[in-house]
């Protein structure tokens, strides 16, 4: 299961970064890839960083089982592992096709002055970030494959790090660009799972569940 989870994380970074990036490339001539937003020390920057370790620990969680590190024995049932490699599958192929949803207006990262479409469609429709749903369920699956306190700090560290980039660095962008439009969309749409994280059309920094 450890060398499976290692492949499953390699598949993960190729499919959702490399092979992204790279068609990204080929329509656009820009690979879509904007870094951290923010300034040194600020919330943005934090969730950049600790998106960054996240990925870190996720490839450290099965190479630490590789050298001997032991899984904790609460959640060594094959059951669980199975369960884990699932998610994984799922997820990973959940976080290209949303990905691919987007079209031309894929991004790594924010660029304030940049105008990107809001897209709506598809899984869109159904939650505001659907790719960050997708990493979500990689990263606690990858965990259940290799139940370790790396990789399991790693999933932790993963879910941190979507919520700072959605609320402090995506959402205030998405409003400032497209306003009204975003607001009502956010009213309806859940921000990672159907009907939880709305926002109020009338004020959108205030929501109705976080």
């Known amino acids: 299961m450890t060398t499976a989870a290692l492949v499953f994380f390699a598949v993960y970074v190729a499919v959702g970064f490399g092979v ?8 656009t001539g820009d690979s879509g890839f904007r870094g951290i937003s923010g300034r040194l020390g600020t919330p943005e920057w934090w969730a950049g960083v600790l998106f960054a370790v ?10 630490t089982a590789v050298l001997g590190l032991t899984p904790l024995a609460v959640l060594t049932f094959p059951a669980l592992q199975v369960t884990g490699t699932v998610l994984v599958v799922i997820g ?11 079209g031309t207006n894929w991004r790594i990262g924010v660029d ?3 105008r990107t479409d809001l897209v709506i469609s598809g899984p869109f429709a159904v ?15 990858l965990a259940l494959m290799v139940p370790n306190v790396v990789a399991l700090a790693g999933a932790v ?12 660095v995506e ?7 497209h306003g009204v439009a975003y607001a009502r969309y956010a009213a309806t749409t ?6 939880v994280g709305m926002m109020t059309a009338g004020a959108p920094a205030e929501e109705r569940v976080a």
């Open 20 to 27: 992204r990036s790279w068609i990204q490339y080929r329509h």
């Open 54 to 63: 996240a990925l870190v620990a996720g490839l450290l969680g099965p190479v």
């Open 92 to 102: 990973v192929a959940a976080t290209f096709v949303t990905q691919m949803e987007m």
């Open 112 to 114: 304030e002055t940049e």
């Open 127 to 141: 939650v505001r970030n659907p790719i960050f749903t997708a990493m979500a369920v990689t990263g606690l699956g």
């Open 157 to 168: 560290l993963l879910l941190v790090a979507l919520q700072l980039q959605v609320r402090v």
């Open 171 to 177: 959402e205030p962008y998405l409003r400032a660009v």
């Open 190 to 195: 859940g921000r990672f799972l159907p009907g």
